[in-house]
């Protein structure tokens, strides 16, 4: 029997069946947490960014969040007024329920774009959840808010800080839809560490930088995308300074809990059967790094050579080529699947053979290495193939 997620202080979840599709199995997720917590989070840069995205920033922008609401199988995006009245009204609905304000309540939602929100059914549902508040519901929180996910995402450290155990959990969705910039998918995770607003702030961008900012299933980015660090404060000792041990020590547990959320967010990519690296060294910059890492894994034409496990190394050298790096020489570029050399002085290397990089490319897990020869920053992302899965996962999404 899997063990279950270890608790933390402050916060308490509950999951229930709202019935927002025609499912049987729980759809509402409800987090309480407690007062005086730090609340920070980062959000979706599509433009179109769905109703519930729109009302959790203005709400948390005025400080004192006492509880997220999360609702699967419906995105309430591209909703309009409408879209936004029935995110407040969710907001209003669990206010009511705790005793605290509307504007101290986040909504979430995920799951189908442009169809209303069916208010009624979660405002019938929030009683219920309010009832069966626990510590405990993390495991059952997991699966709550999962869409085309096939298996939940969980993560959990502790780490000692100040005489302290810290707790840090974390849960996260996301199949499809996931590109950086937030990728897709939303993520919850709390200690119960005292931190000082200003750091928790940069924490999550730091921590989501690392992360999910890192992984690609398909190449687009979605309407809902939220990720939510909360620090309950239950712990006495207040982390306020940003050069502290105690600081670096949690940040660095804090990030490692985002990093398995977000890999495991690309293992269950939709349809997906390999999970590959893709690590970028010698660049000019961090920014071209990850330009061209990102290229590579959001290729079609690369992905769709991964789910065949055919080592096509044109593939490769056509993705870096497109990745729009100024006075590239590719006559210094080489390339590796993990340890075995396919490109040499941009072309094929000497030695190389194609039974070589079919083995590795029918590997589950392995790394595709990008040396550019034009500096010393090295970036890294996550990324997936594609398979005749994804796209019947997508064509029939809605069927």
């Known amino acids: 029997m899997a063990q279950s997620l270890p608790q933390v202080p402050g916060i308490r979840l509950a999951s229930v069946p709202a019935q927002i599709k025609q499912w049987q199995r729980d759809d509402l997720l409800l987090i309480e947490i407690a007062e005086g917590a730090s609340v920070a989070a980062t959000f979706t840069q599509n433009a179109f960014c769905a109703a519930p995205v729109i009302v959790a920033k203005e709400h948390i922008a005025e400080g004192g969040v006492r509880a997220l609401l999360i609702n699967a199988g419906n995105a309430n995006a591209a909703t309009g007024e409408k879209g936004l009245d029935n995110a407040r009204q969710c907001c209003a609905g669990v206010a009511s329920a705790l005793g605290i304000a509307p504007r101290q309540v986040l909504p979430f939602s995920t799951g189908v774009i442009g169809e209303h929100l069916p208010v009624h059914k979660i405002l019938d549902a929030i009683p219920s959840a309010v009832a069966g508040l626990v510590a405990d519901g993390w495991d059952s929180a997991s699966k709550a808010i999962m869409t085309t996910d096939t298996r939940p995402k969980t993560a959990s450290r502790k780490v000692h800080i100040a005489g302290e155990d810290i707790v840090i959990t974390g849960i996260a969705k996301g199949a499809g839809m996931i590109q950086p910039n937030m990728a897709t998918m939303l993520a919850y995770v709390a200690t119960d560490a005292a931190v000082a607003q200003p750091l928790l702030d940069q924490l999550v961008k730091d921590a989501v930088g690392a992360s999910f900012n890192r992984i690609s299933v398909d190449g687009d980015t979605s309407t809902n995308d939220a990720c939510v660090l909360i620090a309950s404060g239950a712990t006495g000792t207040l982390i306020d300074d940003g050069a502290s041990e105690d600081f670096l020590r949690l940040k660095a547990a804090i990030e490692e809990v985002h990093i398995e959320l977000a890999q495991a967010i690309v293992r269950d990519g939709e349809g997906a059967t390999k999970f590959v690296t893709v690590q970028v060294n010698n660049a000019a ?71 070589a990089g079919q083995k590795v490319f029918a590997q589950a897990d392995f790394t595709i290495v990008v040396d550019l020869q034009r500096g010393d920053a090295c970036e890294h992302i996550w990324t997936c193939d594609f398979s005749h899965e994804y796209v019947t996962i997508n064509a029939e999404y809605r069927t």
């Open 285 to 355: 910059t961090s920014q071209e790094a990850l330009a061209v890492a990102f290229e590579i894994g959001e290729s079609p034409l690369v992905k769709t050579a991964l789910y065949a496990s055919d080592p096509n190394w044109g593939r490769l050298v056509m993705a870096v080529g497109n990745a729009g790096i100024e006075n590239l020489d590719t006559s210094k570029i080489s390339i590796f699947l993990d340890d075995i050399q396919i490109v040499e002085n941009g072309g094929r290397a000497d030695g190389y053979t194609e039974e």
